[in-house]
């Protein structure tokens, strides 16, 4: 492509989705460049009312109080998410569990705060995607076991990327950069060359431990520094395996490369849980995805996509 004197990028940095949303876009017209970074924006802040679990009114929040009682009719977007969801689960063999909040919501970790084993052994049975009954004739959702809960903190983000990028390509933009934490898309490449994409040092916050060069791709990171608190040496962390209740350890951090945000958010959770062999395994049987791990010696390994 050309790039005319007076093309831009237009950027913004905001704090939306308990998250840094990061935005760059490129255009010959300053209208069409500051409007493709408003949509962007205006579409974070929509989906974050309709899924985040902290907002009384969002339907994430009336889905937790009401299907484990009755049948709700969901919107045709939460339904398909819903969907997505539990298609994962069968694919990560239940590594990837929106019902993992049945336990998760207990975990506070701003307030230090950890259920006891004596209350997660009481609700881990609540830990099944298979008590999420969806009607598709009616749209709407059940929980066939009413103390299930669910959160889609490991699936949003990829989503709202998603979205944002098509927002952008049906405005006619050919050139952008969409970050929501560790989640990244990209449209086309960087004036003429690719976008450098940073997987963070887990252990040192301003440090990368890999750069990637990328262009029309996307990548999503899990990390066990994102929401984390110690305790007696221990980090009790935000991802957790639907088996046990509890963070895993196998892995530091997981970065997932496909076409998909949303698949890569899910999946960079999942192969979190699944561990190393487990979840490069799966990675590798996957066309068009691949996968870079840290181990938790702070081993780095790379799907066979990756490795020539
Ligand atoms: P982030 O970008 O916030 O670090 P990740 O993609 O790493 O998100 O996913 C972590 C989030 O996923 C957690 O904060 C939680 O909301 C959710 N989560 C944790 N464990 C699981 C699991 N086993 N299955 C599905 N979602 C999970
Ligand atoms: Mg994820």
Redesign the pocket.
């Known amino acids: 492509m050309s790039y005319a004197a007076n093309a831009k990028w237009y950027s913004e940095n905001a704090a939306i989705m308990g998250?840094n949303i990061y935005v760059e876009v490129w255009s010959e017209d300053p209208i069409q460049g500051q409007l493709g970074v408003k949509t962007v924006l205006a579409e974070m802040e929509r989906i974050n009312q309709l899924m985040s679990p902290y907002i009384e009114s969002s339907e994430l929040s009336k889905i937790n109080n009401i299907a484990g009682r009755e049948a709700l009719v969901i919107s045709p977007e939460m339904f398909e998410l819903l969907d997505k969801s539990i298609k994962i689960s069968e694919l990560t063999k239940g590594?990837?569990?929106?019902t993992?909040?049945s336990v998760?919501y207990l975990y506070n970790y701003k307030e230090n705060q950890r259920p006891d084993d004596k209350t997660i052994d009481s609700l881990l049975s609540a830990i099944n995607y298979k008590h999420i009954q969806l009607n598709a004739e009616k749209s709407s959702v059940k929980f066939l076991n009413d103390k299930v809960k669910i959160?889609?903190?490991?699936?949003a983000?990829g989503h709202a990327v998603d979205n944002a990028i098509s927002l952008l390509e049906r405005m006619g933009i050919t050139n952008a950069l969409v970050t929501a934490?560790?989640?990244t898309r990209l449209l086309g490449d960087r004036q003429g060359k690719p976008w450098i994409v940073g997987i963070r040092d887990p252990r040192n916050r301003d440090k990368q431990a890999v750069l990637l060069p990328m262009e029309s791709s996307a990548m999503?990171?899990?990390?066990d520094y994102?929401?984390y608190f110690e305790e007696d040496g221990q980090r009790y962390h935000?991802?957790?395996?639907?088996k046990t209740g509890k963070s895993t350890y196998d892995v530091q951090s997981v970065s997932i490369i496909g076409p998909s945000s949303t698949y890569n958010?899910?999946l960079?959770?999942?192969v979190?849980?699944m561990g190393l062999r487990e979840g490069l395994g799966l990675i590798n049987r996957i066309d068009g995805y691949d996968a870079v791990v840290m181990d938790n010696q702070r081993k780095m390994h790379y799907s066979t996509g990756l490795q020539q």
């Open positions: 998250t590594a990837f569990d929106i993992f909040a998760g959160d889609l903190g490991g699936i983000k934490g560790g989640d999503s990171t899990s990390g994102e929401r935000h991802i957790l395996s639907p958010d899910a960079s959770t999942a979190f849980v």
